[in-house]
């Protein structure tokens, strides 16, 4: 007798249908456009081949270029496949290790023969492509067994693949896919064939180094990056937000402005300008304002604590190779012998602040009456990144978390939650950030305490979104498996920027077990000793990468309460230098941050390079100006000017640079 299993669609309608049916086959049935349209399968949850038969009973929803998401990751797939078989096609004798899809496109690494790949390359690759994708090559699954896999490769002289091959686990089904003579170790899924692919959609970017396996010691590879879409008009608005981007690049932008710098006398941090400085204590002043007004006591911690703090804390033996480790020895100043004698006891720079911050909350005995206690540092943090990983001031060794943490009692911990979600909402709508999305990043795999434990945390986070009015498509909200931190699920803030990407910022962490950890406690209504919940939160997450942010999202041109130098005066001719200083007196005076101009320049000359380093007001004075009282007020990316009395333009700048908090 047949087997038969039964398919549960969408809809809720049932099919029973013969093993050996596959998704492909339930499509046709119901209609040609679908059978068309189709190009994966959801089943069970877990996206598969559209032509792998079924297992068993399933519930199948069927995927098409609509469910963007799933298919933006088949094509990505696919073409990664796809630039593999072009690449070792082109250049024989190149080895393939790993092509996973991105956020916005694949990459593949690669080991050539002779050299390194170069940019230069790239065109003669796409065309290959777009051969292999008009061949119209099926993608087939095969399962085979890890000796298969091993004896294929070195056959090949593939010693990369050979190498991973050969530590697969033993039972585990492996599987490979083949388009045409190639195939690549994959679990899929991919599509049906290359030729479901657009072969206007897809460009190469560029070439980088990469190391095997990502450890430095291992052989240096060529990795080849990629951008892939569904369509053309897809890539083409995805290559102009890329130049665009490039415009807004806080590198480019900072230098222009005189904010930082960077040099690899200090890998991993930054060197902040006058300028840029100012900016920074602009936003510190107005975070501090915000957590003031919203109970928050700002505290102040060590940076350089005992390793026996961090081991108790459990940050030992999650995080130690991300911590910069000190000995605790005073070092050899003599010629002869070592610095030192590797016996000391080991301390280390905190990456986190939190374990110093449940230290202040157990000086003293405390009350559930002292609860909620909101503890805030603007702590400087280190954190040893690897050198290839860091980016400007988005990806840095030393970082200031606006960090706080909110020690509560459980039945205090949605309101607190939702106290933070509009202080946040505030805070981003201030600066210029008027779309975000908010994830809860569940359980991972490898964690500290009870199920029961993990149930309640994530639990109480989605009461307190769902209190803060904020669980709704509108607000993007999603759940991500085995995204949570060791100790405690989080709810993440993702802001969507002027050009449309989206940057993770904000944050905050129900946790149960570092107060346990640490043996936090307070004395409870009934007189016995209780463990209060931690709420670790962020806003902006630290103040480097958000400032790249906030200038790439400006491009440099803040509103005038963030701007480092509000106004400019600048003269068009000598005689109105004195004039000018007086204006720019007045300006100070006002609480403006005020220069002056009075080079002996053309005033062209002056106003472009005043826009250049995004001064937002220019007042221009002349002879006729110093005679009269008046300035000609000229704004950034405008050719127009406003002629006013003085003392009528400083109390209208001075409106304008008041902080949204202080209006």
Request: aromatic share 8%; hydrophobic share 40%; with cysteine.
């Amino acid at each position: 007798m047949t087997q038969m299993f039964r398919i549960t669609l969408p809809d809720g309608s049932l099919r029973e249908v013969p093993a050996g049916t596959t998704p492909a086959d339930i499509a046709a049935a119901i209609g040609p456009g679908l059978a068309k349209a189709a190009i994966a399968a959801r089943v069970n949850g877990a996206v598969r081949d559209i032509i792998r038969p079924f297992d068993g009973d399933a519930q199948l929803a069927l995927i098409t270029a609509k469910d963007e998401k799933d298919a933006l990751e088949l094509v990505r797939h696919d073409l990664a496949h796809v630039m593999a078989e072009a690449v070792q096609h082109l250049f024989p004798g190149t080895q393939i290790t790993f092509g996973p899809a991105t956020d916005d496109g694949f990459y593949y690494d690669f080991a050539p023969k002779d050299r390194p790949f170069t940019e230069e390359d790239l065109p003669a690759i796409e065309a290959e492509m777009r051969a292999i994708i008009a061949r119209n090559e099926p993608f087939v699954r095969e399962v085979w067994s890890r000796q298969q896999l091993i004896d294929r490769w070195t056959a090949q002289g593939e010693t990369f693949k050979a190498e991973w091959a050969a530590e697969l686990p033993q039972g585990e089904e492996l599987t490979i896919y083949r388009q045409g003579a190639w195939l690549d170790m994959c679990r899929g899924p991919h599509m049906v064939s290359t030729g479901k692919l657009d072969p206007a959609a897809f460009k190469l970017t560029r070439v980088s180094g990469a190391y095997w396996r990502g450890d430095q010691k291992n052989a240096m590879l060529s990795r080849i990056y990629g951008t892939g879409w569904l369509n053309k008009k897809q890539l083409d608005a995805h290559m102009t937000r890329i130049e665009e981007a490039a415009k807004r690049d806080h590198r480019r932008i900072g230098q222009e402005m005189d904010l930082f710098h960077l040099q690899s006398e200090a890998q991993g941090s930054v060197f902040w300008h006058p300028n840029g400085y100012l900016l920074w204590r602009q936003l510190e002043a107005y975070m501090r304002r915000r957590l003031d007004a919203a109970g928050y006591a700002e505290v102040k911690t060590p940076q350089l604590m005992d390793a026996r703090q961090w081991e108790a804390s459990g940050h030992w033996g999650k995080y130690r190779e991300n911590m910069f480790v000190v000995p605790d020895e005073v070092p050899n100043t003599e010629d002869e012998g070592p610095v030192l004698t590797g016996e000391g006891d080991l301390m280390a720079l905190k990456p986190m602040n939190c374990p110093a911050h449940v230290l202040i909350f157990r000086q003293g005995i405390k009350s559930y009456r002292d609860l909620p206690m909101r503890l805030a540092e603007f702590g400087c943090c280190h954190r040893n990144e690897p050198h290839g990983a860091l980016h400007g001031i988005m990806r840095v060794r030393q970082f200031t978390q606006d960090d706080a943490h909110i020690f509560c009692r459980e039945d205090q911990i949605v309101e607190e939650v939702r106290l933070f979600c509009d202080l946040l909402d505030t805070v981003y709508k201030d600066l210029g950030f008027d779309s975000y999305a908010i994830k809860l990043a569940l359980r991972p795999d490898k964690r500290f305490g009870t199920e029961e434990m993990w149930d309640r945390a994530e639990g109480n986070l989605r009461d307190a979104v769902r209190a803060a009015g904020r669980a709704g498509p509108e607000y993007g909200w999603e759940e991500l498996p085995n995204e949570g931190a060791f100790y405690s699920p989080k709810l993440e803030f993702h802001l969507t920027d002027a050009i449309g990407r989206t940057w993770q910022c904000g944050t905050i962490q129900l946790d149960y077990v570092l107060p346990e950890r640490l043996d936090a406690s307070y004395i409870g209504e009934d007189g016995e000793r209780h463990r209060p919940v931690m709420l670790h939160r962020a806003i902006l997450g630290t103040f480097e990468r958000f400032l790249g942010i906030l200038i790439e999202h400006h491009a440099g041109r803040f509103p005038l309460w963030l701007a480092p130098v509000q106004a400019v005066v600048a003269t068009i001719v000598s005689d109105a230098d004195d004039y000018a200083g007086e204006v720019m007196k007045q300006l100070a005076a006002a609480g403006l941050r005020a220069d002056r101009d009075v080079r002996n320049e053309k005033i062209n000359y002056k106003v472009r390079e005043h826009s250049l380093a995004k001064v937002p007001v220019l007042l221009v004075v002349g002879k006729r100006e110093a005679e009269e009282g008046t300035v000609a007020i000229r704004r950034l990316g405008s050719q127009a000017q406003t002629m006013m009395k003085l003392e009528d333009a400083i109390a209208t700048l001075r409106a304008e640079a008041r902080a949204p908090d202080l209006v």
